[in-house]
């Protein structure tokens, strides 16, 4: 793949695996990050940064086979973050060495605020090394990408040494972090007129930014970037990230779209160009949307922009009529133009295997024979239940079945609940541990969700303090199936867990073993670092 500097789109470069995975409780194990990895492939994305190959031999094994299995010919580029430090470059070359397009980003602060209390180096310090290390990544691969930390709050001389001398020194792209969500949007249009005025040698790379979402401000600071000349953008899918996250790929992309006659003139394009501003299938978003989410256990707040369970809901007596009237009165794109399924009746329990398939496929779901035959047997159990079933259902259930397992992990067997205003509420559960014995045990809690709980810990025996507990409605109705998403805290680490039923204790019960589930494997291949210069968390 060969991105040209004078480029008339936007790249879409997405740090959902690193980046995004710094959200607390978002920890991924590799067989999940290459899950993900697939689908951003098949949403478009240009470039996928796929971890930091230094950080732990989890994330070294994670980008490394993210660049065997994605990162094919004609596949999305594959990139490691490194810090400007010979270990960590070599640990992102031998990563992503597998890629058909590898690249190293590769990065060190130049704030005043971060030379003084953080690295404790002079500018001239941090010059030497952005020259030396840039030029030390670029022995391993043609791609090399460097961003100044806290570009943002860098006094803008110092920034301009920085980048040339980075660009001298072999960089391809330059990225500017707007690390702590510092920015407005017309400081950002600011900053990067400047560096295109006092840059000498910025015409021979690609112009990139990466926006924080601190103020609120990422979506809109990355859009002021494009209007003054950036061609690429480091954001993640549903916008998560370090503390409030990052600029939302999905806002970004769909802003491009909706409003092209807007963008396109920044573009060199006529106002009329139909011809999309990136690469995108937009249509793939919704599906994207929902794989993140399951698989880090973060849900999407329900006023999100674009994949917001209430994107496309009117409540409202007048917005309600003006839609029916006319949907764009109050609509300003489809709903099916990001894969948003339509919620309507389509199976039930006299439906069969090929139409169960057929309607996945509709969906956008590829299952295996495997997976296929978990989630018609779940979908089967779940339409017993349920009178109606609808394609937010079968969403549910196909995600709750083909999420990723732990392998030789615990397994629950059964599950009674004894709850009422005049008992203590109790539960008794049976669990299938790794070594498969068959263990039994009951427990009275608070409420029934408490009791199975305390149960399951006594079984389980893995030291843990539940910090979040959420349910969420899957459709409407007394019927309707219930998501539980649960975490758990470990020390300093956070493991999530999800599951649907329409008996919301016993998907509480299922969310809670595969939070632990999670735990346990991190117990089991917990292994030192590398390195201890690799313990580390970047923006």
């Given at each position: 793949?060969?991105?040209?500097?004078?480029?008339?789109?936007?790249?879409?470069?997405?740090?959902?695996?690193?980046?995004g995975?710094?959200?607390?409780?978002?920890?991924l194990?590799?067989?999940?990050k290459?899950?993900?990895?697939?689908?951003?492939?098949?949403?478009?994305?240009?470039?996928?940064e796929?971890?930091f190959a230094?950080?732990?031999?989890?994330?070294?094994?994670?980008?490394?086979?993210?660049?065997?299995?994605?990162g094919?010919?004609?596949?999305?580029i594959?990139?490691?973050?490194?810090r400007?430090t010979r270990?960590?470059?070599?640990?992102a070359?031998q990563?992503?060495?597998?890629?058909?397009?590898?690249?190293?980003?590769?990065?060190?602060?130049?704030?005043?605020?971060?030379?003084?209390?953080?690295?404790?180096?002079?500018?001239?310090?941090?010059?030497?090394?952005?020259?030396?290390?840039?030029?030390?990544?670029?022995?391993?691969v043609?791609?090399?990408?460097?961003?100044?930390?806290?570009?943002?709050r860098?006094?803008?001389e110092?920034l301009?040494?920085?980048?040339?001398?980075?660009?001298a020194?072999?960089?391809?792209?330059?990225?500017?972090?707007?690390?702590?969500?510092?920015?407005t949007?017309?400081?950002?249009?600011?900053?990067?007129?400047?560096?295109?005025?006092?840059v000498?040698?910025?015409?021979?790379?690609?112009?990139?930014?990466?926006?924080?979402n601190?103020?609120?401000?990422?979506?809109?600071?990355a859009?002021?970037?494009?209007?003054?000349?950036?061609?690429?953008?480091e954001?993640?899918?549903?916008?998560?990230?370090?503390?409030?996250g990052?600029?939302?790929?999905?806002?970004?992309?769909?802003?491009?779209?909706?409003?092209k006659?807007?963008?396109?003139?920044?573009?060199?394009?006529?106002?009329?160009?139909?011809?999309?501003?990136?690469?995108?299938?937009?249509q793939e978003?919704?599906?994207?949307?929902?794989?993140?989410?399951?698989?880090?256990?973060?849900?999407?707040?329900?006023?999100?922009?674009?994949?917001?369970?209430n994107?496309f809901?009117?409540e409202?007596?007048?917005?309600?009529d003006?839609?029916?009237?006319?949907?764009?009165?109050?609509?300003?794109?489809?709903?099916?133009?990001?894969?948003?399924?339509?919620?309507?009746?389509?199976?039930?329990?006299?439906?069969?295997?090929?139409?169960?398939?057929?309607?996945?496929?509709?969906?956008?779901?590829?299952?295996?024979?495997?997976?296929?035959?978990?989630a018609?047997?779940?979908?089967?159990?779940?339409?017993?239940?349920?009178?109606e079933?609808?394609?937010?259902?079968?969403?549910?259930i196909?995600?709750?079945?083909?999420?990723?397992?732990?392998?030789?992990?615990?397994?629950?067997?059964?599950?009674?609940?004894?709850?009422?205003?005049s008992t203590?509420?109790?539960?008794?559960?049976?669990?299938?541990?790794?070594?498969?014995?068959?263990?039994?045990?009951?427990?009275?809690?608070?409420?029934?969700?408490?009791?199975?709980?305390?149960?399951?810990?006594?079984?389980?025996?893995i030291p843990?303090q539940?910090?979040?507990?959420?349910?969420?409605?899957?459709?409407?109705?007394?019927?309707?199936?219930?998501?539980v998403?649960?975490?758990?805290?470990?020390?300093?680490?956070?493991?999530?867990?999800?599951?649907?039923?329409?008996?919301?204790?016993?998907a509480?019960?299922?969310?809670?073993?595969?939070a632990?589930?999670?735990?346990y494997?991190?117990?089991q291949?917990?292994?030192?670092?590398?390195?201890a210069?690799?313990?580390?968390?970047?923006?």
């Amino acid at each position: 793949m060969s991105i040209q500097p004078q480029t008339d789109r936007v790249i879409i470069f997405d740090t959902t695996l690193r980046d995004g995975e710094q959200s607390p409780g978002a920890t991924l194990n590799v067989e999940e990050k290459l899950a993900i990895a697939h689908q951003l492939a098949l949403l478009g994305v240009d470039v996928i940064e796929a971890g930091f190959a230094a950080a732990s031999p989890g994330d070294f094994a994670a980008v490394k086979t993210i660049a065997q299995e994605v990162g094919v010919s004609g596949g999305p580029i594959i990139c490691s973050l490194a810090r400007a430090t010979r270990q960590d470059i070599q640990a992102a070359a031998q990563a992503v060495q597998y890629a058909a397009h590898p690249r190293i980003h590769t990065m060190i602060s130049t704030s005043d605020i971060h030379l003084k209390y953080q690295l404790r180096k002079s500018r001239e310090e941090v010059l030497a090394i952005a020259k030396e290390m840039v030029a030390y990544a670029k022995s391993f691969v043609d791609d090399v990408e460097f961003s100044p930390m806290d570009a943002s709050r860098t006094d803008p001389e110092f920034l301009y040494q920085v980048l040339e001398v980075a660009i001298a020194s072999g960089a391809t792209t330059i990225n500017i972090p707007d690390t702590v969500g510092y920015c407005t949007p017309k400081e950002m249009a600011m900053l990067i007129q400047g560096i295109r005025e006092h840059v000498s040698n910025f015409d021979n790379v690609i112009l990139s930014v990466h926006t924080q979402n601190d103020l609120g401000l990422a979506t809109a600071n990355a859009l002021a970037a494009l209007e003054n000349g950036v061609r690429q953008v480091e954001c993640t899918i549903n916008g998560i990230g370090e503390r409030a996250g990052n600029a939302a790929l999905e806002e970004i992309v769909m802003a491009l779209q909706v409003r092209k006659p807007y963008f396109n003139p920044y573009f060199n394009r006529p106002v009329d160009s139909e011809a999309p501003l990136t690469n995108i299938k937009t249509q793939e978003i919704y599906k994207t949307s929902c794989l993140v989410s399951q698989l880090t256990g973060m849900q999407v707040q329900a006023n999100k922009a674009i994949v917001g369970a209430n994107a496309f809901a009117h409540e409202s007596g007048i917005h309600q009529d003006g839609i029916l009237k006319h949907r764009q009165t109050y609509e300003i794109m489809e709903a099916a133009s990001i894969g948003l399924p339509e919620n309507r009746i389509v199976l039930g329990k006299h439906s069969g295997r090929n139409a169960f398939r057929t309607r996945l496929q509709e969906l956008g779901f590829q299952l295996s024979e495997a997976d296929l035959n978990k989630a018609f047997s779940r979908f089967k159990e779940v339409a017993d239940k349920k009178k109606e079933m609808s394609d937010w259902d079968l969403e549910a259930i196909v995600r709750d079945e083909t999420q990723i397992q732990v392998e030789n992990a615990f397994q629950i067997e059964h599950i009674q609940v004894i709850c009422g205003d005049s008992t203590y509420p109790s539960a008794t559960i049976t669990v299938v541990t790794p070594e498969r014995q068959i263990l039994t045990v009951a427990s009275v809690g608070t409420g029934p969700v408490d009791a199975v709980y305390q149960a399951i810990n006594q079984l389980v025996k893995i030291p843990n303090q539940l910090i979040e507990f959420s349910v969420q409605s899957v459709t409407g109705g007394i019927d309707a199936l219930g998501t539980v998403t649960v975490r758990a805290q470990h020390q300093e680490r956070i493991f999530s867990g999800q599951a649907s039923d329409t008996d919301i204790v016993v998907a509480a019960a299922y969310a809670y073993m595969n939070a632990l589930n999670r735990l346990y494997r991190y117990l089991q291949q917990s292994e030192p670092t590398v390195s201890a210069d690799f313990a580390t968390t970047v923006h």
